[in-house]
């Protein structure tokens, strides 16, 4: 998937074209977006000790860091992977149960889905205006009222099946939302679950900075407005999600994004490139070492 995308973003932009844009690149301002990059990282570093203290363990900081640079360049093969070696670095070097480490960091998942779905709440509700003029323009509103309802409508039924329902499926279905509320809950319950929430807001801080800074960095997208900077956020974060680290899906979306806003397609995808290339070197480097020295450093231990 990833190879298919390469090759449709760089059917958009000739290769001498795109390195050119790399050399004309304003590399202060690109490494102003990997300082902001590299805090968001420490920060969600800091972060994981308040959620493994609860359960009785204490995280080592050095641990805690090369853990999570580790996840991030182990989603590049596999996505969601990262995850799992994550937990794992968790119980080989901090003797902490496989299955609550993990419990631990999909409850972490879940904080920032949640103030993920905030700046989209807050993305709609700045350009609501823009928004819908151009979903208007270019779809009917009737039948996406229509839609709307319609899935309103499924969304009810399936959730009064869920909820009454005794088939293997909706047990099954209703234990992971359980689930998936106490994992949220437990962050209030926990002692420093203030100094929790500062890190989540100050983490996905860091990544609307990083890519916000890094827009400075080409002529072209240095004046962009701030609803083609929260869209192409928002639309660069899924692609993360959906794929190997992004690997060709980030300068795709980030071009799908901007082109809404009638920014050329050439200096979109380039932005997409260096902000992806930028912050992948960082993590190939920093996540490389981190397996390198994790074993050296709890040797010494």
Known sequence: ????????????????????????????????????????????????KFMIEPIGYTLRLPNSIMAVFATYLVNYTIP?????????????????????GFGTIVAERIADMFVMLLIIVITLFLE?????????????????????IVMLILGLLFFIFIKRSSSTFAVKIRTFVEGLIEGVLAIFKMKKKWAFIFHTFFIWGMYVLMFYITTFALEETSNIPLAAILIGFISASFSIAATNGGIGSYPVAVYAAFSIFS???????????????????????????????????????
């Open 80 to 100: 969601r992977a990262g995850e799992v070696t994550r937990a794992t670095i968790l119980t080989n070097y901090e003797g902490v149960p496989f299955e609550k």
């Open 128 to 148: 609501y205006e823009f928004i819908f003029q151009f979903f208007s323009e270019r779809f009917d509103p009737l039948k996406i009222g229509f839609a709307s």
């Open 1 to 48: 998937m990833g190879v298919v995308l390469i090759w449709y973003s760089l059917s958009k932009i000739s290769f001498q074209e795109l390195v050119q844009y790399f050399k004309n690149a304003d590399y202060t301002y690109i490494g102003l977006g990997l300082l902001f990059g590299l805090l968001s990282h420490l920060s969600r570093a800091y972060r994981w």
């Open 263 to 301: 920014i050329a397609k050439e200096p979109s995808l380039a932005f997409g490139w260096i902000m992806w290339s930028s912050q992948t070197l960082m993590i190939i480097v920093l996540g490389g070492l981190s397996l390198i020295y994790l074993p050296i450093y709890n040797r010494r231990k």
